[in-house]
């Protein structure tokens, strides 16, 4: 599991280590499916596929791995963590953090591919969109086909 931040502008927002400007943090996540299994074990539950489910994760940071740009100005910083324990928890708890995330991403990564994204637009709906038109295209060119037997 990796969750990735990176500085959008020209300040110092995170800071320096070891004398380098650090550019953008990747976080690394390890054992997480020990740390989910061992809880499963005490509180088992059945989830099915399409579920969407919402864990907590507890993690202690084990390491640090850094790259460095070659004119040695600039670093990404891989900071790995080690879960501990991991829960389930209900989506009420944290759902509103985590839609606020999933919009920010999914904002970001639209302006990184030049996609443009509406107030209230996702991507199921846009996909949704997509295949509407396509399906509309498609019946349109199977009425103007002639009829060969006329």
């Given at each position: 599991?990796?969750a990735r931040?990176?500085k959008?502008d020209?300040?110092t927002?995170l800071?320096?280590y070891?004398?380098t400007e650090?550019?953008?943090?990747?976080?690394?996540?390890?054992n997480?499916g020990d740390?989910l299994?061992a809880?499963?074990?005490?509180?088992p539950?059945?989830?099915?596929?399409?579920?969407?489910v919402?864990?907590?994760?507890?993690?202690?940071v084990?390491?640090?791995?850094?790259?460095?740009t070659?004119d040695g100005?600039?670093?990404?910083?891989?900071q790995v963590f080690?879960?501990?324990?991991?829960?389930?928890?209900?989506?009420d708890?944290?759902g509103d953090?985590?839609?606020t995330m999933?919009?920010?991403?999914?904002?970001?990564?639209?302006?990184l591919?030049?996609?443009?994204?509406?107030?209230?637009?996702?991507?199921s709906?846009?996909?949704?969109?997509?295949?509407r038109?396509?399906?509309k295209?498609?019946?349109?060119?199977l009425?103007?086909?002639?009829?060969?037997?006329?």
């Open positions: 599991m990796a931040i990176t959008t020209n300040s927002a800071g320096e070891l004398g650090v550019t953008e943090t990747v976080a690394k996540i390890t997480t740390g299994s809880a499963m074990e005490l509180d539950v059945v989830f099915r596929p399409g579920d969407l919402t864990f907590a994760v507890r993690c202690r084990v390491a640090h791995n850094h790259l460095i070659e100005e600039e670093m990404k910083l891989v080690k879960a501990g324990t991991i829960a389930p928890i209900d989506d708890l944290v953090i985590m839609n999933q919009a920010r991403v999914e904002a970001r990564n639209n302006t591919s030049g996609k443009l994204s509406l107030p209230g637009m996702d991507e709906t846009g996909r949704k969109a997509r295949q038109s396509a399906a295209e498609n019946i349109n060119t009425t103007a086909v002639p009829d060969p037997a006329k």
